[in-house]
């Protein structure tokens, strides 16, 4: 047995007289121990995944959990729908939740600040960016990891006291609350969970094509738009890189000119930090430049931003690389979350 955190435990499993690393939750397949025969999914340790570098346990076949009772609940909402470990959970926006009759009416996010990343790997930095005396909920998307539970900086970040909670929408499951949508669960963080600022963003594990639009981070500006909509004000959180080798990713991402050129439709604060870092600033001006006017493109001072990233409890690192190389990806996270802060 190796380290557990909430929702999940790390065990090395023998296979074929081998070590490998596996990754268990015991609220889908019980709580292993040592001994216990494992039904293991290994793809992503045969494909070289780099987020997702365990075998993932299906099952303990000598040893399965009790059957839930999901007849008399709680809740009657299905998420990992029709696949064999789908769960049912209570969706904070059903008719059998306390909060049905709230998320029925005609609420708004009442212009709460909510900052929009592309990946996982943004949320610490915008947390520290946002700094203390906030409550901030993490609403986490479907387009990386479903169950909650597989990101351990989520569980040292709330433990620190930098998050107050987390809402799961759409496929995505395991927050303190589960909504159908990204527009009830935005609306559940301001109304049920009190947040002053929400933080949307996907799941670890980021998909991409290198196609103009096969990519998992085009959700971020249906965000945008959603945050729109519901009375918020969408901040954009740019995925800037002077460290990436590839082109595409190199200064403002492809992902992020997309997602916000194209994809949002309703205006957002984009954030850039400032100063930008040599010799990738003259770059990043011009792509900034390409963006439609409809967006306010807010300069933040990253003065500061260096103490608070690195006093964070979790190690920052976005496609193997730290802070200290790609310190721009970082900073700019962090601009997004001191902008939304100052809007407070």
Same mark, same amino acid.
């Given at each position: ?228 909509? !519901? ?44 100063? !930008? ?27 500061? !931003? ?39």
């Amino acid at each position: 047995m190796g380290r557990s955190w909430e929702g999940a435990v790390e065990l090395t499993v023998t296979v074929d007289s081998s070590p490998v690393r596996a990754l268990a939750y015991p609220a889908l397949v019980g709580a292993p121990v040592v001994g216990d025969a494992v039904l293991l999914n290994t793809t992503a340790l045969s494909l070289g995944l780099g987020t997702g570098g365990y075998a993932l346990v299906v099952a303990l076949p000598d040893r399965l959990p009790p059957d839930p009772d999901v007849l008399d609940g709680p809740g009657h909402m299905v998420k990992g729908r029709y696949t064999p470990q789908q769960v049912t959970v209570l969706g904070v926006d059903e008719q059998d939740s306390p909060h049905h009759s709230l998320l029925a009416s005609d609420v708004t996010l009442d212009g709460m600040p909510v900052v929009v990343a592309d990946l996982h790997s943004a949320l610490p930095a915008i947390l520290a960016g946002i700094g203390p005396g906030r409550r901030v909920v993490y609403v986490m998307t479907d387009g990386g990891a479903l169950p909650l539970w597989f990101s351990r900086s989520v569980a040292t970040l709330r433990s620190a006291g930098l998050l107050a909670g987390t809402v799961t929408v759409g496929q995505s499951f395991g927050g303190d609350l589960e909504a159908v949508t990204l527009h009830t669960g935005l609306l559940a963080a301001r109304h049920v969970l009190a947040a002053d600022i929400a933080v949307v963003a996907q799941g670890p594990g980021n998909l991409g094509t290198g196609t103009p639009w096969g990519f998992s981070g085009v959700a971020v500006g249906e965000a945008v738009n959603a945050v729109s909509v !519901l009375g918020g004000r969408p901040i954009g959180s740019l995925r800037i890189s002077s460290g990436d080798a590839r082109e595409r990713h190199l200064g403002v991402s492809h992902h992020s000119l997309t997602a916000y050129g194209r994809v949002a439709l309703a205006p957002a604060d984009l954030v850039v930090p400032s100063p !930008l870092p040599e010799p990738s600033a003259g770059r990043i001006e011009g792509q900034l430049a390409g963006l439609p006017d409809r967006h306010r493109l807010v300069r933040v001072d990253i003065t500061g !931003l260096d103490e608070a990233l690195r006093a964070l409890p979790v190690k920052l690192s976005s496609m193997g690389r730290g802070l200290d190389e790609d310190r721009v990806y970082f900073d700019a996270a962090a601009a997004g979350g001191r902008h939304a802060a100052s809007l407070l």
